[in-house]
């Protein structure tokens, strides 16, 4: 196996990063300033932007490679692409973009420390099972561009899903990564989450509009939707968040994440998401069965405190927000139906596509075939639809395979943010019609991939790397 060595850029690498980007931004403030009274406003705007645009780059080369990832999660999560217009001729959304120099750094990275005659570390921060089914999910998505009744109409998102999900999964030993993105994707969802309580109080996501991001809002509740212009992947971020906030707590008794963990909940029920919510709870029950595992006195005792804080928030929920009201209102109803009619859909394209896949993200335009105009409100069905039963079987393999890292490194935190993703994403089209999101799935399985050791399998973790080393 190819083996990507970890880098080693630390806090002078930043300094000389802020120095150069503060350099260029000076400059082009200067340039800026003495040529706004020659060009024209939409110019000067255009200027601005490339300017902008040449700041971040050179930023994102000086930065350490390790948290290129946390970087990207943090300019997806609070919607700098969503607002800032950007070249429609960029071959990748810029998330992607970002992921892909990170791959690119990784690998020079790997090649100057191999030529300077540094030793390999061991590959013990993937799992070859997930590797080998993203190897086989690659393969067959392929295998559908080309076969598939309607391959010719997913390119697209197959590139989006190789760069966003597959190839970063391939790099492999990325512990660094995965610890940033953890404390990143909490924080952010504490940010957030604070947001959408004023945000819902106004009836208005107030700066998102004000910066130019069009509004969802069609529904007789005001719905939370953030950064992300959307509650559905408002919330589905934002449970993430919570599972990931939860566990580090339980794991490692953060207040700060407990802290995060919360207010990304509180974001999930101001979306008045269903899908979400039972995420949330089912998460609850999850990390809890895996810390229960651990018979550490304080972990026994975060435990009944996150029973106790279960149990306040299912009567808050219940009593004190429009959550019930929503769940049965004429709208929710109406989605029910709508769901129920996409999966027999789902099943009947499947079968058109003889199981083996219409093709690449095409699981909307082959629901189309048999009048269906809605979308299939189910990322599994989708797949099923678009990549077939091989596809959904490699797919699901490589889930569990992910799933199975954090069971057995202990790490609760990876853990949870993983279940929450993956029950939250059974509730809507996420897979197939919002391929900007591949990213939150490739950091996910980053994060998941290379799970912590727990203090109790500590002791597994050094015969490994003894072996390895050996």
């Known amino acids: 196996m190819t083996v990507f060595t970890q880098p080693s850029r630390g806090f002078k690498s930043v300094a000389v990063g802020a120095f150069w980007a503060l350099a260029v931004a000076a400059g082009t403030a200067v340039f800026a300033v003495a040529t706004v009274h020659t060009v024209q406003p939409v110019r000067f705007a255009s200027i601005v932007g490339v300017a902008a645009m040449i700041v971040g780059i050179v930023v994102l080369l000086l930065v350490p490679t390790w948290s290129l990832p946390a970087i990207m999660l943090g300019l997806y999560a609070l919607g700098v692409f969503a607002v800032v217009t950007l070249p429609a001729s960029l071959p990748l959304p810029p998330t992607t973009l970002i992921l892909m120099l990170w791959v690119i750094r990784r690998l020079l ?42 391959g010719s109409q997913g390119q697209g998102w197959a590139i989006s899903f190789f760069t966003a999900v597959l190839v970063p999964v391939c790099v492999g030993f990325s512990e660094r990564e995965a610890r940033a993105l953890k404390s990143t994707w909490i924080a952010l969802g504490g940010i957030i989450g604070f947001y959408t309580v004023i945000e819902s109080a106004l009836r208005q996501n107030f700066l998102y509009w004000a910066l130019g991001m069009p509004s969802s809002q069609h529904w007789s509740m005001y719905r939370a939707e953030g950064p992300f212009g959307h509650p559905l992947l408002l919330s589905t971020f934002l449970v993430v968040a919570f599972g990931l906030g939860v566990g580090m707590w339980l794991q490692y008794g953060r207040k700060s994440a407990l802290v995060g963990g919360a207010l990304s909940l509180t974001g999930v029920v101001m979306s008045l998401s269903r899908g979400a919510i039972l995420a949330a709870i089912v998460t609850i029950f999850a990390v809890y069965l895996l810390a229960g595992a651990r018979s550490e006195g304080r972990s026994s005792k975060r435990l009944v405190g996150l029973g106790a804080l279960a149990l306040a928030g299912v009567v ?93 490194r202990i790490d609760i935190a990876a853990f949870g943010g993983l279940v929450a993703y993956l029950v939250a994403i059974a509730g809507y089209n996420l897979i197939d019609d919002r391929r900007s999101a591949h990213v939150l799935l490739g950091c996910l399985l980053i994060i998941a991939l290379n799970a912590e050791w727990g203090p109790r399998s500590r002791a597994i973790a050094h015969k490994e790397v003894t072996y390895a080393e050996r």
């Open 109 to 150: 990275d790997s090649l100057r420390q191999h030529a300077n005659g540094a030793a390999s570390v061991p590959r013990i921060g993937n799992s070859h099972v997930g590797l080998w089914s993203a190897l086989a999910l690659g393969v067959w998505v392929i295998f559908t561009l080309f076969a598939g009744a309607l």
């Open 316 to 408: 808050t929920v219940v009593f004190g927000t429009s959550v019930v009201d929503r769940w049965t209102s004429t709208e929710a109803a109406g989605s029910t139906d709508a769901r129920d009619g996409g999966f027999s859909v789902a099943l009947s394209a499947a079968e058109w596509g003889h199981w083996l896949g219409t093709g690449p993200g095409t699981s909307a335009v082959a629901a189309q075939q048999f009048g269906f105009t809605l979308p299939i409100e189910n990322s599994y069905l989708q797949i099923l639809v678009s990549l077939g039963i091989p596809g959904l079987v490699v797919f699901t393999l490589l889930c569990v395979s992910a799933l199975s890292v954090t069971i057995r």
